[in-house]
């Protein structure tokens, strides 16, 4: 029971502060705390939830919390997903405290929780990230390291026309290799402005075609305007291409094409597959920094990130977005058409 002045402080702290039982019975808890729960009053909470075992998503996390507290008397930074009133779910950062009776056994604990949830999710979102653009980097590297292995086997083998061939497939394997990296870290600092853009007109067509050289399958392209010229990054368009087309395959429908149309002074470029549209909230969201869509298989990202495709779309004057025409779901690459 908290007296006098120190419960006056207890109740104004904007930290959300708690003491609960061994049984996880919530003793006391502050206004701080029942906004966290998403209760609406102090009174509110305490007469609903008369266990503090059902607000944890995963009770073997309690069971650990409490083991540990158990043992040492404290427990730092212990990170755990929580359930609010409503029954969405957070994650805070739980700092505590054990207290004892003169015979050694728990009485009650007491501690802090800190919404840690922007903290945890992004840092979920990186890893993921992570290995998703290593991923990517085994298909070139897959290639590379084949092509490199038949030339060895059997180099007087092959002709000179034929080591030329392979030799211009390994070097522009090689080259996406490293244009990988380097949007890796570039895209984890969030340093856009290291991105190296040269613009310059090519035939974007040419560039889809090598886009889809390195796929594992055959992706028809429909060609419906005139002129296909542009005036961009021939390198930046082609890493965007790829990694919208591995997306397209490892989250998207069984129907993947790209078609190319023409747009006002500009050329679109539209990576189609059949699968489940995102919801109109999910098709801005997963533009933002390491996000990932809920849709079909609870994932739609992109090697280099859908974020750092459409700020790469934008420094060659040019924009990627995505839509839904209840057949196809369409990522929408527009840049500048040369005149």
């Not at 856009?192 to 007109?201: F, L, N, T």
């Not at 390195?214 to 429909?222: A, K, L, S, Y």
Request: a negative charge; hydrophobic letters at 40%.
């Amino acid at each position: 029971m908290l007296i006098g002045g120190i419960e006056e402080l207890f109740e104004r702290l904007p930290i959300a502060l708690y003491r609960s039982a061994p049984d996880g019975s919530l003793l006391a808890g502050n206004p701080a705390l029942a906004t966290l729960l998403g209760y609406d009053s102090l009174a509110q909470m305490m007469e609903d939830l008369n266990t503090v075992e059902g607000v944890y998503l995963d009770p073997s996390r309690r069971e650990l919390w409490l083991n540990t507290i158990s043992e040492s008397g404290e427990v730092h930074d212990f990170d755990v997903e929580l359930r609010r009133r409503d029954g969405s779910t957070f994650w805070v950062q739980d700092t505590a405290r054990a207290v004892f009776d003169e015979d050694g056994t728990l009485e009650y604990c007491e501690g802090a929780l800190i919404d840690v949830t922007e903290k945890v999710r992004a840092k979920k979102a990186r890893d993921e990230f992570v290995a998703t653009v290593s991923h990517e980097l085994r298909n070139p590297m897959a290639v590379l390291l084949g092509l490199a292995q038949e030339l060895a086997a059997d180099y007087e083998g092959f002709t000179n026309d034929e080591r030329r061939d392979i030799s211009r497939v390994m070097a522009r394997q090689a080259e996406d290799g490293a244009w990988i990296i380097e949007d890796l870290l570039v895209a984890y600092r969030e340093d856009m402005s290291r991105i190296a853009v040269a613009a310059e007109p090519f035939d974007v067509t040419e560039e889809i075609g090598r886009a889809v050289e390195g796929m594992d399958m055959d992706i028809p392209v429909e060609v419906e305007a005139d002129h296909t010229t542009v005036l961009a990054d021939p390198r930046r368009t082609r890493q965007i291409l790829r990694n919208l087309l591995s997306n397209a395959v490892r989250y998207g429908g069984d129907d993947i094409r790209i078609k190319v149309r023409p747009g006002k002074s500009a050329v679109e470029v539209l990576v189609c597959d059949d699968g489940e549209p995102l919801d109109p909230e999910e098709s801005q969201r997963i533009f933002e920094s390491y996000e990932r869509g809920s849709g079909l298989l609870d994932s739609r990202s992109v090697g280099l990130g859908l974020s750092v495709a459409r700020k790469l779309a934008g420094l060659m004057n040019g924009y990627l977005v995505y839509e839904h025409d209840g057949q196809y779901s369409k990522f929408i690459i527009t840049l500048p058409a040369t005149t």
